[in-house]
């Protein structure tokens, strides 16, 4: 106080006297900021989840070489029609919007009288430049042994630990899958890529690759047809078959909940707006003698725009830090999903640079209007 | 010096025009104490509202410490209250969660000064005021109040004061001690401009006009 009042001194004395109207305004910004963090942080927990189940589901779209008739690929007949086993690592290089690739060269034969899918696969490839844990259905298979899916086992009587001969190759069996309940999936016998090209004399040659389409910006309108265009924009001798029902969940899950906290930003800023309208309204029109005595005094009105300004910078920071702290330990209490509630540590900090400001915006017709009064109407009210 | 040159003030109410005040010409020079005496409605508040340019008037010219208001924008009508045009008003208006010397350093938030914290201590010690500098505005009575509100009006040293019932509140005996704060600042070379419905014993002005219903009374 040596140099004089200051508007940080007159500040802090209106707070420590306006206490609950100052509690109002910080626990509106509070509870405004860790709602928002607490929806925003379940909903994309939602969307973790559902990353995981439908992970499980495994993979959403199916890439075959262009001239192979989707109809006879349906009926497990998988003699025409390959491609370079090289297009895997073309595609995990691309932008296109998948992220998880497996090459596979298969084909419908007989194994002492069961009729069973040969499916040779490499270990899963990620998008490049990604660290993804890989699918659980994707497998690894070391060259000369296999993996028997539940019904060929159960048909062929086999064992972990076995042997079996394949088209006069022998192969050790290294597991028995689960049932998953659908053929061809329980009628497979993976093996290494290598080994199965060698068999059926294709070297270097697949017939499919599975991908995981994960990523699709919510903006898109048709996502079927935007992935098929980036992976033919990647290879344009490809068909490019979507599972719509995994495919089109996913996409609308993720919609839904983009949508979601659309919504709760929108109800969350209007309601903080009012509030905050209102409270800065009140604030100033207890104050409007106060208003009016700095002007007689000839204080600029910049100056006590500051000082109710500087009071909805203060208290909104103090708000957002606070509820931002709230919202993700309510996040994380009330996440019922089962996937992580987190919330981008950059978006937050955004978010709390971001409040003050629309606070500021929102105090901002109140404290203009009470700077338009007339200073020799409110001059002649009552004693202070 | 304060100049008033056939200054008008109306008010519209709706389709009746108020006249507030008509055709006023006051002069008081540098220096001097000014007394304009009416009764209530005679329209005594407007003249300091427009002396101290926080009104504009309907017609007419105001010089106030060597500044035509009539030509001065808001800016520099605010400025000019800031460093040379103090006010005193009859209900106090101090600020009620500041005590009475950050009151009283309330014009540093308008224009800095040299030395603030013994200026303002030096002006409560010289209202009798010293004793109750951390005191709150509800806890200091009306005389006290009123002085701490001179003690404001003072402190950045205006070249004119303009006090609209300064006393209207207050007993004889705080009256009297806030009407010798003002003839201290005459002698100190401040103009000081006062209003009031009654008549004021303890001082002796220079100049004393009287308004009845907007009209300078000859």
């Known amino acids: ?384 | 010096m304060i100049r008033f040159e056939n200054v008008s003030k109306h008010f519209r109410k709706g389709t009746e025009v108020i006249r507030a005040l008509d055709a006023v010409s006051i002069e008081v020079p540098q220096g001097a104490l000014a007394l304009v005496r009416g009764p209530s409605g005679s329209g005594k508040t407007t003249v300091i509202n427009l002396a101290a340019g926080l009104a504009r008037p309907t017609a007419g010219r105001i010089t106030i410490a060597g500044e035509t208001l009539n030509d001065l924008p808001p800016r520099k009508r605010t400025a000019l209250r800031a460093q040379r045009v103090a006010l005193v008003f009859q209900m106090f208006h101090l600020v009620p969660y500041l005590n009475a010397l950050e009151n009283v350093l309330l014009p540093t938030l308008a224009s800095p000064s040299d030395d603030p914290l013994d200026r303002a201590k030096r002006l409560l010690e010289d209202l009798g005021l010293s004793h109750r500098a951390s005191h709150f505005p509800a806890e200091l009575s009306a005389g006290e109040r009123q002085r701490c509100a001179v003690a404001r009006a003072l402190f950045n040293r205006p070249s004119v004061i303009l006090a609209d019932e300064p006393t209207g509140n207050l007993d004889a005996e705080s009256a009297a001690h806030v009407l010798q704060a003002f003839d201290v600042a005459r002698a100190d070379g401040a103009t000081v401009f006062l209003v009031s419905h009654q008549h004021l014993d303890a001082i002796t002005p220079d100049k004393e006009f009287s308004l009845k219903n907007g009209v300078l009374q000859a």
């Open chain 1, 1 to 384: 106080m040596r140099n004089g009042l200051t508007l940080t001194r007159l500040i802090l004395r209106e707070v420590q006297r306006a206490k609950l109207n100052t509690a109002l305004c910080l626990f509106t910004v509070m509870a405004a900021t860790a709602l928002l963090v607490a929806m925003v942080a379940i909903g994309r927990a939602s969307v973790d989840a559902t990353r995981i189940m439908m992970k499980q589901m495994g993979f959403n779209l199916l890439i075959t070489p262009q001239d192979v008739d989707p109809a006879r690929y349906q009926a497990l007949d998988f003699q025409k029609g390959d491609m370079p086993e090289d297009y895997v690592q073309r595609l995990a290089s691309s932008t296109a919007l998948a992220q998880h690739f497996v090459g596979k060269l298969q084909k419908t034969t007989q194994v002492d009288g069961c009729t069973v899918v040969l499916t040779g696969v490499l270990p899963e490839v990620p998008k490049v430049g990604t660290q993804m844990q890989p699918m659980p259905t994707a497998f690894v298979i070391a060259e000369g042994e296999v993996k028997v899916a539940y019904a060929a086992a159960r048909a062929l009587g086999l064992q972990a630990g076995a042997r079996m001969t394949i088209m006069g190759k022998t192969f050790v069996v290294n597991e028995i899958l689960t049932e998953v309940g659908v053929i061809p999936e329980d009628i497979r016998i993976y093996a290494h890529l290598h080994d199965v090209q060698a068999l059926l004399e294709r070297p270097g040659r697949i017939n499919a690759i599975d991908a995981l389409a994960c990523y699709c910006p919510v903006d898109v309108k048709d996502v079927v047809a935007a992935l098929r265009q980036t992976v033919e924009g990647v290879l344009p001798d490809v068909n490019v078959q979507p599972y719509h029902s995994i495919l089109l969940a996913r996409q609308q899950q993720r919609v839904m909940v983009y949508r979601l906290e659309l919504a709760a930003l929108a109800i969350v800023m209007a309601g903080s707006a009012i509030a905050i309208w209102g409270l800065t309204y009140l604030n100033v029109r207890n104050r409007r003698r106060e208003i009016g005595v700095l002007r007689a005094l000839g204080v600029p009105d910049s100056r006590i725009a500051a000082l109710f300004i500087g009071k909805i910078l203060a208290y909104s920071l103090a708000g957002a830090i606070a509820g931002s702290a709230l919202g993700t330990l309510a996040g994380n209490c009330f996440n019922v999903t089962g996937g992580s509630a987190s919330f981008p540590p950059a978006v937050l900090a955004a978010l709390i640079a971001a409040t003050p400001l629309a606070a500021t915006m929102f105090g901002l017709p109140p404290i203009v209007s009470g700077l338009l009064q007339e200073p020799t109407e409110v001059l002649e009210e009552g004693e202070s």
